[in-house]
């Protein structure tokens, strides 16, 4: 069974810079989809970022340029570095995993607050 456990939150003044990380374990399909989400109080979760197995990326209008989703393989782990970070950033950030015939795996989530 995939298990992903998310880290790296925490609080942050508005410019500022965090890394998150978010460890997958257990039997993993070669073809999959992870990615990272939030959900911000009241209101729905969104897509953030998302890396395939080509490598492949896409940012939601709201990050780009400003997240770096990345992965290493060898630590069978994904990485959402945030820069310049905005008060609209704060929310919880979740991992998510994608593989075909199988149901989606979710992390707990990370508290990312940036205060004004």
């Known amino acids: 069974q995939v298990q992903l456990v998310e880290s790296g939150g925490g609080l942050v003044q508005a410019g500022g810079s965090l890394r998150l990380s978010c460890a997958a374990s257990?039997?993993?399909?070669?073809?999959?989809?992870i990615g990272w989400y939030r959900q911000a109080p009241g209101k729905q979760r969104e897509l953030v970022a998302t890396l395939n197995s080509i490598s492949s990326t896409n940012y939601a209008d709201s990050v780009k340029g400003r997240f770096t989703i990345s992965r290493d393989n060898a630590k069978n782990t994904v990485y959402l570095q945030m820069n310049s970070l905005k008060p609209e950033d704060t929310a919880v950030y979740y991992c998510?995993?994608?593989?075909?015939?199988?149901?989606?795996?979710w992390g707990r989530g990370t508290q990312v607050t940036v205060s004004s």
């Open positions: 257990g039997s993993i399909l070669r073809i999959n989809v």
């Open positions: 998510n995993l994608k593989q075909m015939g199988r149901d989606d795996v």
